[in-house]
């Protein structure tokens, strides 16, 4: 955590935004977090922090392909000493000297997979504690949207996130979701570009980490904190998200109802044939969402542990949706776990199998009236992938999540895919 100087005159420059607009934009607190959770990496060295991802582009440079994907996080977070500003105030002049190691950073994501961070992907903006580095990966991660810090206002509403540091209850470091509040002020003289003051606290580890409005928008990185000279009162800080927009020529938007979740269009047909009851072409449409950008048309080990998380988590929203919470992945999980992982057992409780040594119900019982868990059904898989899949559910933390209240923002075009 950076604590800067004092600032004298804090609470300046409001600029005044429509109280009607903001709140038909405004996301559940449950909305805001998954979007935190989904596009926010920790920062893995010799002092812990945070990032959010801003960017991702297709790359199939060096014979590879995948994505390379830009984190954002602030320039004292990659240095071994956070005092020695001199290495925060000149872009693209960052070295190994007073960095964290030679190789690079570690980052790590929403589905715990680590990655290395090259030093030569390291960017410093030029006047304010901010910076990007980045990584390649196979997998499809989320990327936050980018808001306008400008718009913010006293009336804002916004949150933060971050991995906060392992406590004495924890042994790991811990997401920290903190929310809503309100904007106290912005000082745009403030050093180091921390202009945005708030009041939910920030604790070591979460430097780097988002400030995020109430419409799911990134509109700031954390990093600091200020004790107000007047009252006493520690004033924590974030660097508005403009600076690093116009630093990287990143257009910024206005609406960020949608979640930032990939070709939602693509899940219009599965979400109607659910409406519809027609579960056996639903279930076919679900395996048809997950193997799309392969060339297989079955499963295997390398395909399960590549599965987008987003798009994992919007399957089961809308199969535990449209069952009333009979279907759906993290249904069929509570139920793993609950026979604790015996296949046989398993495939019993959810109809699969008449009997533990029965043979299996062909075809599957496409109706509400299947047993809890059913669907989809054990077409979708073989026996054989069926613990590494939960596994990669339990990674994508999709096995926990069964409120559908969400569905409506994350699914909202009603165009054809």
């Known amino acids: 955590m950076k604590i800067l100087a004092p600032i004298n005159s804090l609470i300046v420059g409001l600029i005044a935004v429509s109280l009607t607009q903001q709140g038909l934009l405004a996301l559940s607190q449950r909305e805001v977090e998954e979007i935190a959770k989904q596009t926010t990496v920790k920062i893995i060295g010799h002092k812990p922090g945070t990032g959010a991802i801003v960017q991702k582009q297709k790359d199939t440079s060096k014979g590879r392909q995948g994505y390379l994907y830009t984190v954002l996080t ?34 790590e994501t929403s589905d715990r997979q680590q990655y290395i961070s090259e030093i030569s992907s390291v960017k410093i903006h030029p006047n304010a504690d901010l910076a990007i580095l980045q990584f390649f990966s196979t997998i499809e991660y989320e990327t936050v949207r980018i808001g306008n810090a400008e718009e913010l206002s006293g009336s804002s509403k916004v949150y933060v996130f971050g991995w906060a540091v392992p406590s004495k209850t924890s042994r790991d470091r811990r997401a920290r979701f903190l929310g809503p509040g309100n904007i106290l002020g912005i000082d745009r003289k403030a050093a180091g570009g921390y202009q945005i003051a708030h009041k939910l606290e920030l604790v070591q580890g979460m430097s780097g980490g988002s400030l995020l409005h109430e419409n799911g928008c990134l509109v700031g990185i954390n990093g600091g904190g200020d004790r107000d000279p007047n009252t006493q009162v520690i004033e924590f800080l974030s660097v ?7 630093w990287q020529n990143i257009q910024v938007v206005a609406d960020c109802r949608a979640t930032p979740l990939p070709d939602n269009n693509l899940f219009k047909t599965l979400r109607s044939l659910l409406e519809q009851g027609n579960w056996q072409r639903a279930e076919a449409e679900t395996k048809k969402l997950m193997l799309r950008g392969t060339d297989q048309t079955y499963f295997n080990g390398n395909i399960i542990n590549n599965l987008s998380c987003s798009n994992l988590k919007i399957i089961n929203r809308l199969w535990v949706q449209y069952s009333s919470g009979r279907f759906g992945f993290s249904v069929q999980g509570e139920i793993w776990r609950g026979v604790k992982n015996d296949y046989k057992q398993f495939e019993e409780r959810v109809g699969w199998r008449r009997g533990y040594e029965g043979p299996l119900t062909n075809p599957p019982n496409y109706s509400l009236e299947a047993k809890k868990g059913h669907l989809p059904s054990y077409k979708l898989l073989a026996a054989s992938d069926f613990g590494t899949f939960l596994n990669r559910l339990e990674k994508c933390d999709a096995l926990s999540f069964t409120d559908s209240g969400i569905i409506e923002n994350i699914i909202s075009s009603e165009s054809e895919p």
């Open 74 to 107: 602030n320039c004292h977070v990659l240095l071994l000493d956070s005092n020695d500003r001199k290495f925060c105030n000149q872009e693209n002049k960052l070295t190994s000297q007073g960095m964290l190691n030679s190789t690079g950073y570690r980052v």
């Open 240 to 246: 508005p998200i403009n600076l690093y927009a116009s």
